[in-house]
């Protein structure tokens, strides 16, 4: 198939058939998106689509292109991801996008899943309490990027040892914990939450090696990277890999 023949087919496991006779004032520009994304991006690499719709989800929703959102959302489930995986997605964004943003990102969620009949709220993934949530979060944190994290609660300021706390207890006991999506998903999510927020790369070199730790090669990572480019932009998706380049260079995987 050329890319106009794989843009179509896709674009229809995804959405449905396209209604190439609806009004558009700018049939171009459609065109062109959906001959590139759906006919080229999205047969680079092995990514599955379940996979590829999970990181659309977390980056439109980081980029708050929510108009965008709840198509996405009605696509992964027409593609087989469940509503728990959904909404696991999107929770994994909170700690690096904040509260309402994340809420936003959910309220278009809750919209399709009404206008399909999901039942509301989703099973609870919840895996922690109030007793638990630190030591468990500190747990995956250390499984992810190593004994560093020690050092990092042992050599934080005294006026800034909260933050450490919180990264723990919150970000990775109530949040990286949950059930519904495994812990290589929800770090190769989190890599491209950082990558769309641009000016990020501190953060988004230390997660490239916390995904090499818990079993996302370097191919993973580029394919996740060029996946996310339409919905990003080059800049952002440039500088991610050239992070990804600096951490791991060429048959040094």
């Known amino acids: 198939m050329n890319r106009v023949e794989r843009s179509e087919k896709k674009y229809g496991e995804l ?6 006779s609806a009004p558009a ?19 680079h690499g092995d990514l599955a689509d379940t996979l590829r719709e999970l990181i659309t ?3 439109l929703t980081a980029n708050q292109t929510l108009d965008q959102l709840g198509a996405h959302v009605g696509a992964s489930l027409n593609v087989g991801v469940t509503p728990e995986e959904i909404k696991e997605a999107l929770y994994q964004c909170a700690p690096y996008i904040g509260f309402p943003k994340t809420m936003s990102g959910l309220d278009q969620a809750d919209a399709v899943f009404k206008e399909r009949g999901v039942s509301l709220p989703v099973e609870s993934q919840k895996r922690v309490n109030e007793e638990t949530r630190f030591d468990e979060g ?3 944190q250390k499984s992810i990027f190593g004994d560093v994290i020690d050092q990092m609660h042992k050599n934080a300021p005294d006026n800034q040892k909260h933050i450490q ?3 723990s207890s919150f970000c990775f006991g109530d949040i990286y914990t949950r059930g519904g999506i495994d812990l290589k998903t929800r770090e190769l999510l989190t890599l491209c939450v950082l990558s769309a927020l641009g000016g990020c790369e501190g953060q988004v070199k230390a997660h490239i090696l916390g995904n090499l730790r818990v079993g996302n090669d370097k191919g993973t990572l580029i394919a996740a990277i060029t996946h996310c480019l339409p919905y990003m932009g080059f800049p952002r998706t440039l500088n991610a890999l050239g992070s990804i380049n600096e951490l791991i260079p060429e048959n040094k995987e």
């Open 15 to 20: 959405f449905g058939a396209y209604d190439s």
């Open 25 to 43: 004032t700018d049939p171009d520009l459609i065109e062109i998106q959906n001959r590139f994304v759906f006919g080229e991006v999205f047969y």
């Open 57 to 59: 989800l977390v980056v």
């Open 138 to 140: 500190l747990k995956v």
């Open 165 to 167: 706390q919180y990264l």
